[in-house]
């Protein structure tokens, strides 16, 4: 007995065998007529196949398709596929109400439509370049939702679904909402763009009137020789020191915020290390001859796209540390570079007066020093300016000391800045 049924299982129309016994077997069927030799027909040849198993398939698929969908359904990102040419052709329930697009508005050039034309090219060269090279895509862009006009800030990924060969066959992707923390970046570089300004402006500004004071408050103590006594002799030097030291604020607070915020650029030519070394020794010459002091370079030196100007100044505000922070001996500064997983690492060591490790990683902030302006002179603005400078290279500093045994600086920068 054969029962024909539509397709009341979400499957395409399928033929039913039933036994005797009223078990139902799912088969395909077909027939051939069988003709006389008058070409008459005399009967008819049935053929059934057993396809139980390719049904049992089939609706396995057809469940955890249903099942992926629910899943999907469910995530806060936007989910989509694509097939290996990188045609979308699937959006979840979050695709349609943050793009706006029906599930079946897919079409090659979907990413034209939905993503800002200045992102457009990068998404697009990152797309390409993921789906040859086979390899995860990671992008961020800004999205259309079509119905409103509005662009959010997302971070795609895509991973590759590869077939038994290994080779993709097709592409599961998210979209995920960065907008707010986009937006709190921006909002935080602008602040930091006005708060750069500021100090600039403010540091520029102030070192006139200073140069005045001193210049003014100098002239009058040498038109009035004589006239003073101890005392008020004292003050007016005091006038003069504290302006003089308020004017190396300035000049250090301006190389500071020039450290943050001069371009780099584009494409820096590698620097020998060496050649930035001599130049900060040639601007530290008068306070090494007169510390009697003795710097050496211990073995070869690299070359690495760093601009020169940030390379001389590290090498001139730590060495320009040892000749100030000197002991009882005359100063002995070692110079060495090492490579060390991926990174270049460059020590200054010297024979000072040391620092207590407790505040090896307090000595990087703005305008922190361990010891008075009356015992060494300085503002505690240039280990700041270092670690600035090597933060826009992707590199970092620390030091390795104790007290009255030295210390060690040291700054890595990636091999392969």
Not at 236 to 249: F, G, H, N, P, T
Not at 307 to 312: K, Q, R
């Amino acid at each position: 007995k054969v029962r024909r049924l539509n397709a009341i299982t979400g499957l395409a129309n399928h033929t039913l065998l039933i036994r005797r016994d009223g078990t139902e077997i799912p088969i395909d069927d077909s027939g051939a007529p069988i003709a006389d030799a008058n070409a008459k027909i005399t009967g008819v040849v049935m053929v059934f196949r057993d396809v139980t198993d390719r049904r049992r398939a089939e609706r396995s698929t057809e469940e955890s398709a249903k099942r992926y969908r629910q899943l999907a359904d469910s995530m806060p990102q936007i989910v989509w596929t694509a097939n290996r040419d990188g045609v979308v052709d699937y959006g979840n329930k979050r695709w349609r109400e943050r793009i706006g697009l029906p599930p079946d508005r897919f079409t090659s050039d979907i990413w034209a439509t939905v993503i800002h034309p200045d992102d457009l090219e990068n998404f697009l060269n990152t797309w390409d370049k993921s789906r040859g090279d086979s390899e995860a895509l990671e992008v961020e862009c800004r999205v259309q939702n079509i119905q409103t006009g509005r662009y959010t800030w997302f971070l795609g990924r895509a991973i590759p679904i590869r077939d038994h060969r290994g080779a993709p066959e097709r592409w599961f992707g998210t979209f995920t909402d960065i907008d707010e923390r986009k937006q709190s970046e921006s909002a935080l570089r602008q602040a930091n763009e006005d708060l750069s300004q500021f100090a600039y402006s403010a540091s520029h500004d102030l070192q006139e009137p200073l140069r005045n004071v001193i210049m003014f408050t100098q002239l009058f103590a040498r038109r009035n020789t004589g006239r003073f006594d101890p005392d008020s002799e004292e003050m007016i030097q005091l006038v003069v020191d504290s302006a003089k030291r308020m004017e190396d604020l300035m000049r250090d607070l301006l190389l500071y915020v020039r450290a943050g915020s001069m371009p780099m650029a584009t494409e820096t030519k590698p620097i020998d290390f060496r050649q930035a070394l001599d130049k900060a020794l040639a601007n530290l010459h008068t306070a090494i001859s007169s510390a009697g002091a003795v710097v050496e370079v211990d073995g070869e030196l690299p070359k690495l796209p760093i601009e020169e100007v940030h390379l001389t100044q590290l090498f001139q505000n730590i060495i320009g540390n040892s000749l100030k922070y000197r002991g009882n001996e005359p100063p002995r500064v070692r110079v060495s570079a090492a490579l060390r997983n991926g990174e270049w690492v460059i020590s200054i060591g010297d024979n000072g007066i040391g620092i207590d490790p407790h505040y090896a990683h307090q000595i990087f902030g703005l305008f922190k020093r361990l010891h008075g302006a009356g015992q060494y002179p300085g503002t505690g603005i240039g280990l700041a300016i270092c670690q600035k400078i090597l933060e826009r290279y992707g590199g970092r500093i620390w030091v390795d000391s104790e007290i009255n045994h030295g210390a060690q600086f040291s700054f890595a920068i990636p091999a392969t800045n």
